[in-house]
């Protein structure tokens, strides 16, 4: 007999513990979804309202977009030393943009940067793990927009899509499942690389350790990552 | 869902971050809280689909009211269940259709200790049905106390009573069950 309940039998307590009717996993996702859509403007407008948040934001942009360093920034890759301006530079932004369609279409917008770094990351040779952070961006990225715009069109998914077209083909499909669902856990480790070579491209070699195997510069010296872009 | 209670810290963090227009911290407090919300109010609606639909009404009512929360004053699980509460009793205005008693029922009468075997073997879903029977105060007690896991003096606080009333609620309600679940066990024998 607990101390509190005292007053109710064990067997009462046990027998409502079990009656509590949980959501379906699907009545979950579409409530939260009705909440959230309904709110998402609100919550920028109450953003954009704050008078602290808007003075930093805007003097962040200002300053980096006077100072010419964002535009330097804006090719840099993670790991780079100008890729915090870079990120920096994008939350400025995004935090002083008015709710609705130019706000939902920046966020698309980040989301294919995301994925336009993870793919040149890959393309460069670059470290599994740094691909592997990168491909988590890329789902934060689309997952950041889907909570403010909904789940993406087919149309603005491409559009992601489209910013890695260049990444080998491993790379590629790593990118298009962060893309497409974004909830779902990473497949096959780094998404980048890994054992099998299904893709037909010859880029797996089955040496993740040694790096990314899409990459050239890895496993590409027979038939080359760049035969998988 | 784990329905232990959450890190009162992390629920605390969530709420200052929602508080100051959060949406993703808010979406965090709908998944804390959702399952919880949506347990009391099927006590409170016929069908899960009202269910869900007052589910939502309660949480973008929170989003509204959330900048004038008090972390000082009620838990915040205490705090979504009076909007909880209150949107079931609009629901329930708008949509007379359940007998809610408001009344204490007729099973004041003495009833000498609930008969543990026969509730033992009570399926899930004729409990649910007898905790809708109860009065609204005792299946608020009832829910809060066992699916929300508040203690008496949370829960009284949310309820706006004290805790020996709480207590009396909450004994009535047991009472009752027993009864209803007896008579349900007897009438299949």
Same mark, same amino acid.
């Given at each position: 007999?607990?101390?509190?309940?005292?007053?109710?039998?064990?067997?009462?307590?046990?027998?409502?513990?079990?009656?509590?009717?949980?959501?379906?996993?699907?009545?979950?996702?579409?409530?939260?979804?009705?909440?959230?859509?309904?709110?998402?403007?609100?919550?920028?407008?109450?953003?954009?309202?704050?008078?602290?948040?808007?003075?930093?934001?805007?003097?962040?942009?200002?300053?980096?977009?006077?100072?010419?360093?964002?535009?330097?920034?804006?090719?840099?890759?993670?790991?780079?030393?100008?890729?915090?301006?870079?990120?920096?530079?994008?939350?400025?932004?995004?935090?002083?943009?008015?709710?609705?369609?130019?706000?939902?279409? =920046?966020?698309?917008?980040?989301?294919?940067?995301?994925?336009?770094?993870?793919?040149?990351?890959?393309?460069?040779?670059?470290?599994?793990?740094?691909?592997?952070?990168?491909?988590?961006?890329?789902?934060?990225?689309?997952?950041?927009?889907?909570? =403010?715009?909904?789940?993406?069109?087919?149309?603005?998914?491409?559009?992601?899509?489209?910013? !890695?077209?260049?990444?080998? =083909?491993?790379?590629?499909?790593?990118?298009?499942?962060?893309?497409?669902?974004?909830?779902?856990?990473?497949?096959?480790?780094?998404?980048?690389?890994?054992?099998?070579?299904?893709?037909?491209?010859?880029?797996?070699?089955?040496?993740?350790?040694?790096?990314?195997?899409?990459?050239?510069?890895?496993?590409?010296?027979?038939?080359?990552?760049?035969?998988?872009? | 869902?784990?329905?232990?209670?959450?890190?009162?810290?992390?629920?605390?963090?969530?709420?200052?971050?929602?508080?100051?227009?959060?949406?993703?911290?808010?979406?965090?407090?709908?998944?804390?809280?959702?399952?919880? =919300?949506?347990?009391?109010?099927?006590?409170?609606?016929?069908?899960?689909?009202?269910?869900?639909?007052?589910?939502?009404?309660?949480?973008?009512?929170?989003?509204?009211?959330?900048?004038?929360?008090?972390?000082?004053?009620?838990?915040?699980?205490?705090?979504?269940?009076?909007?909880?509460?209150?949107?079931?009793?609009?629901?329930?205005?708008?949509?007379?259709?359940?007998?809610?008693?408001?009344?204490?029922?007729?099973?004041?009468?003495?009833?000498?200790?609930?008969?543990?075997?026969?509730?033992?073997?009570?399926?899930?879903?004729?409990?649910?049905?007898?905790?809708?029977?109860?009065?609204?105060?005792?299946?608020?007690?009832? !829910?809060?106390?066992?699916?929300?896991?508040?203690?008496?003096?949370?829960?009284?606080?949310?309820?706006?009573?004290?805790?020996?009333?709480?207590?009396?609620?909450?004994?009535?309600?047991?009472?009752?069950?027993?009864?209803?679940?007896?008579?349900?066990?007897?009438?299949?024998?």
């Amino acid at each position: 007999m607990s101390t509190d309940n005292d007053l109710m039998p064990d067997s009462v307590t046990e027998a409502l513990a079990r009656s509590s009717e949980r959501m379906t996993d699907d009545a979950h996702a579409r409530v939260r979804h009705t909440v959230m859509s309904s709110i998402r403007h609100d919550s920028r407008a109450r953003y954009f309202a704050s008078i602290s948040h808007r003075i930093a934001a805007t003097a962040a942009a200002i300053g980096l977009l006077s100072s010419g360093v964002a535009y330097a920034a804006d090719n840099a890759l993670p790991g780079q030393a100008l890729y915090e301006i870079k990120r920096a530079a994008e939350n400025a932004l995004v935090a002083i943009l008015p709710p609705g369609a130019l706000e939902n279409s =920046v966020l698309v917008g980040v989301a294919g940067r995301r994925a336009e770094e993870a793919a040149n990351l890959a393309r460069d040779g670059a470290a599994d793990d740094l691909i592997s952070d990168a491909i988590g961006e890329v789902r934060a990225a689309v997952k950041a927009a889907e909570s =403010v715009a909904g789940p993406l069109s087919g149309e603005e998914t491409t559009r992601i899509e489209e910013r !890695a077209q260049d990444a080998p =083909v491993q790379t590629r499909e790593a990118i298009s499942n962060a893309v497409n669902a974004p909830d779902s856990a990473p497949t096959g480790g780094t998404g980048a690389s890994g054992p099998s070579d299904t893709s037909g491209d010859g880029s797996g070699t089955g040496s993740g350790s040694q790096g990314n195997p899409d990459a050239p510069g890895n496993s590409g010296d027979t038939t080359g990552g760049a035969g998988a872009r | 869902m784990d329905r232990s209670a959450s890190d009162p810290r992390k629920i605390a963090r969530l709420v200052q971050r929602a508080r100051k227009g959060d949406v993703v911290a808010f979406g965090h407090l709908y998944d804390e809280y959702a399952d919880r =919300v949506y347990a009391f109010l099927r006590t409170r609606t016929r069908t899960p689909h009202d269910a869900e639909d007052v589910t939502a009404t309660v949480f973008l009512k929170a989003w509204e009211s959330i900048r004038s929360y008090d972390e000082r004053g009620l838990p915040f699980s205490a705090w979504l269940y009076r909007i909880a509460r209150n949107a079931a009793v609009d629901e329930h205005r708008r949509n007379v259709r359940l007998p809610v008693p408001t009344e204490e029922p007729a099973s004041e009468q003495a009833i000498d200790g609930p008969d543990e075997a026969v509730i033992a073997k009570v399926d899930t879903e004729k409990l649910r049905q007898a905790v809708r029977m109860l009065t609204e105060e005792q299946s608020s007690v009832i !829910a809060l106390r066992f699916w929300w896991d508040l203690s008496l003096k949370e829960t009284a606080e949310a309820m706006g009573k004290n805790e020996n009333a709480v207590k009396a609620l909450q004994h009535r309600a047991t009472r009752t069950l027993a009864r209803m679940l007896q008579e349900d066990g007897r009438d299949e024998h």
